[in-house]
């Protein structure tokens, strides 16, 4: 078992902290992505050689809270990550995000789950996938006298005993009844019932109503309290839990230590889509040499999804979250594969994707290198062959084309050129004048320089600042820039894909 010790939110034991590595050499290479049939599943997927030890992995939270969404893109993008995918199980369909699995970030532990499977990654760059229990042990003035339920994850039962961190990241609201106990630098600042943050250098333990009576009892102002998390493994040794710095629970799992597992009722799940459907799914494992090989399956069982694994030479494997939540990341061959936004995910960072993040942001006039989109564009259901190219992850469209595409529909819109303020001017609900040539392919794809556009944007009369890109004298927007402006829906369909348009809805960020 392992025995973690927390009070100021620190780990008592000495870790490496590799999550948090700056000085990287790591050069991503677009080899390292491939796209193929595996075993008769589509699977895009990459491979990462663990034997660099300037490759590090990293924890990715939605807008730095526990309980966010955010695009996969845009978390490892803030984080300097030149490969990343989508996480944990989460709330997506109403209410607060809160996550459904466990993750470890900088070795501390910050959310659990008691069903499913955990990947982890120790200190030394090993993968490890295991089905975990944890345990929660409080401690006042040394003497064990709490048991919590769970971490950063708001409880509704009325005798919840919960732990709050300052990884938590926005206000504690409390249930009537309900008491916060507030500890700094160890000790019990303040009990309190009313909504509140969690100190920086320290946690607090929420008792709900049913068992605030408790607080009373036990905790005053000036206490010791400090809690310990225990993490029992199933197959692997107790000890490598201990190296780990970074993990996310989901599952199934796939292989353990050789071994197809591939059960999802055994870990607790009772979905069909999890179990049995054919579903579309993301999966992270490493084979026996330790290269860590993360990516997304077209539609397919466990059992198929566990035969690709197999096909690929993982020993260990498991699902993360699947179907519209799956996303894959990798800066450097210009993927960006993404449904919903998510709550949190893996990445890697390398000095090679530091610089690339500071490229997005202050590109000058350097040029950079355009990859052409393949995924196909349907508008309102129908296809539209139009050229487009991907930009440090995100897919760009010549304006006068999207202009043409969307004439006549719901959210037509006008482009016109002030060459006197070296500007563009789009005014929506108009109808587009065409000029002639759009729609037209250029004929020679591939990778092309793209420069930062010079020329000011104004919507509707009104500056608008959008990340822009002149290819071959045509000004290149992003999509979903277009969709919020103009408020049409970008929806991405990994299975057939396409990235969709549509008209009819409003965009959702």
């Not at 490598?240 to 799992?253: F, L």
């Not at 059992?303 to 494997?317: D, F, W």
Request: glycine share 10%; with cysteine; charged share 15%.
């Amino acid at each position: 078992m392992k025995f973690c010790k927390w009070t100021l939110g620190i780990i008592v034991m000495t870790l490496i902290l590799s999550c948090c590595c700056v000085n990287q050499v790591f050069a991503a290479s677009s080899d390292a992505y491939k796209s193929e049939k595996i075993n008769g599943v589509g699977v895009k997927y990459v491979t990462l050689d663990m034997k660099d030890k300037n490759i590090q992995p990293r924890v990715l939270n939605a807008q730095n809270q526990i309980c966010a969404t955010e695009s996969l893109a845009s978390m490892a993008k803030k984080a300097g990550a030149f490969a990343a995918i989508n996480g944990t199980y989460f709330e997506a369909y109403g209410g607060t995000p809160v996550p459904w699995g466990t993750i470890i970030k900088d070795g501390k532990v910050l959310h659990i789950s008691q069903s499913g499977a955990v990947v982890g990654i120790t200190s030394s760059g090993k993968l490890l996938v295991d089905r975990l229990s944890f345990e929660f042990a409080g401690y006042i003035n040394g003497e064990y006298r709490a048991i919590p339920w769970r971490i950063n994850h708001p409880s509704t039962e009325a005798e919840a005993i919960t732990i709050f961190t300052p990884e938590y990241a926005t206000t504690v609201n409390l249930a009537p009844g309900a008491k916060g106990v507030i500890v700094s630098n160890g000790h019990v600042s303040s009990i309190t019932t009313s909504s509140f943050n969690i100190p920086e250098n320290g946690f607090a333990i929420v008792y709900n109503g049913a068992s605030s009576y408790l607080v009373d009892e036990r905790y005053k102002v000036g206490d010791e309290v400090y809690y310990e998390v225990i993490i029992k493994p199933t197959f692997t040794n107790p000890s490598d839990w201990e190296e780990v710095q970074c993990a996310i629970g989901a599952g199934p799992s796939l292989i353990i230590n050789g071994n197809v597992t591939a059960s999802g009722e055994e870990e607790g799940f009772f979905e069909a889509k999890i179990n049995t459907s054919s579903s579309p799914r993301s999966f992270i494992g490493a084979t026996a040499d330790g290269r860590i090989i993360m990516g997304n399956m077209d539609a397919a069982t466990l059992k198929k999804a566990a035969a690709a694994c197999q096909r690929m030479g993982l020993v260990n494997a498991m699902c993360l979250d699947g179907g519209y939540s799956i996303a894959l990341y990798y800066a450097s061959a210009g993927v960006s594969l993404a449904g919903r936004d998510i709550n949190n995910g893996l990445a890697f960072v390398g000095r090679t994707t530091n610089n690339i993040s500071s490229n997005i942001t202050s590109t000058g006039n350097r040029a950079i290198k355009a990859i052409s989109t393949t995924a196909n564009l349907s508008i309102d259901g129908g296809y539209v062959d139009i050229e487009a190219y991907n930009i440090n992850g995100n897919n760009y469209y010549k304006l006068r084309d999207l202009a043409m595409a969307l004439n006549n529909s719901g959210k037509q819109f006008e482009v016109a050129w002030d060459g006197g303020k070296n500007a563009i001017n789009i005014y929506t609900l108009k109808p587009y004048s065409a000029l002639g040539g759009e729609l037209a392919k250029s004929g020679a794809m591939g990778s092309k320089d793209a420069v930062a556009t010079n020329a000011a944007l104004y919507i509707n009369d009104q500056a608008a600042s959008f990340a822009a890109y002149n290819i071959n004298g045509n000004n290149y927007y992003k999509l979903r820039d277009l969709g919020q402006a103009i408020n049409f829906a970008v929806i991405w369909d990994e299975y057939a894909d396409t990235i969709i348009i549509d008209t009819a809805s409003d965009y959702i960020p």
